[in-house]
């Protein structure tokens, strides 16, 4: 069974860019179809970030998009999430997960990031 | 973009069943969903996919007592024989080609 595990700073300074990784274990990144990024706050609940499929084609939400980028590396079976020029909103829990067949089937344990000079 | 809306909390008491609804918005009524559980202080996990016909597929390791229907726009997940361990929170999510929409969640409090 696939497991996910996120790493990154905990604290990131406003206007700075926050850049989390997500190891994968107990498969290969390039036998899922997507590979995300979703985070979560008491303000905004369950947000979706962004995802990458297997093939590096890219969705972003509309909202984050000009903020964000993810990217894929299969040789260290592990994806990653920048999304620059944060602010205090951007204070949340964040995880990544993995979609097989449509819905999230696997999710990271989380990371909480907190926005903060 | 779909548009996922759940109540914000339930109750029920121990041993019982409860219902949680998750409804799609107008013109996304065939939408498949899924179910998410995340208990106190813990990641989300899968619970299951659930399909407009009301075909359910569950993750690995769900029991027995956590079931899934459909009617029209609204998505179903039953929970029988109530547990505390099920106390939780409950969120829905749907997707399409570019976007991947989670409901607001409902809050489970089990008497």
């Known amino acids: 069974q696939v497991q996910l595990q996120e790493s990154g700073p905990g604290l990131v300074k406003p206007s700075g860019t926050l850049s989390l990784t997500c190891a994968v274990s107990?498969?290969?990144?390039?036998?899922?179809?997507?590979w995300s990024w979703v985070r979560q706050s008491p303000e905004r609940g369950l947000e979706w970030i962004g995802e990458?499929?297997?093939?590096?084609?890219?969705s972003y939400n509309p909202s984050l998009k000009s903020r964000v980028s993810i990217s894929l590396d299969k040789s260290k079976n592990q994806f990653s999430l920048k999304l620059t020029s944060v602010t205090a909103a951007d204070t949340a829990v964040y995880y990544c997960?993995?979609?097989?067949?449509?819905?999230?089937?696997?999710w990271g344990q989380g990371t909480l990031v907190t926005v903060s000079s | 973009q779909p548009v996922l809306t759940q109540s914000s909390s339930a109750s029920a008491s121990l041993g019982s069943s409860v219902k949680l609804t998750c409804t799609l918005s107008s013109g996304h009524s065939t939408y498949i969903i899924a179910w998410h559980q995340q208990q106190p202080g813990k990641a989300p996990r899968y619970l299951m996919k659930?399909?407009?016909?009301?075909?359910?597929n569950k993750g690995s390791g769900i029991p027995d007592r956590f079931l899934g229907s459909s009617s029209g726009a609204d998505r179903y997940l039953t929970i029988s024989n109530l547990q505390f361990e099920d106390e939780a929170d409950y969120y829905c999510?749907?997707?399409?080609?570019?976007?991947?929409?989670f409901g607001g969640g409902t809050k489970l409090t089990v008497l």
């Open positions: 659930l399909e407009g016909g009301g075909t359910y």
């Open positions: 999510e749907t997707w399409d080609s570019n976007t991947r929409v």
């Open positions: 997960a993995r979609s097989a067949s449509g819905p999230v089937d696997s």
């Open positions: 107990g498969g290969s990144i390039s036998s899922s179809r997507w």
């Open positions: 990458i499929l297997q093939s590096g084609s890219t």
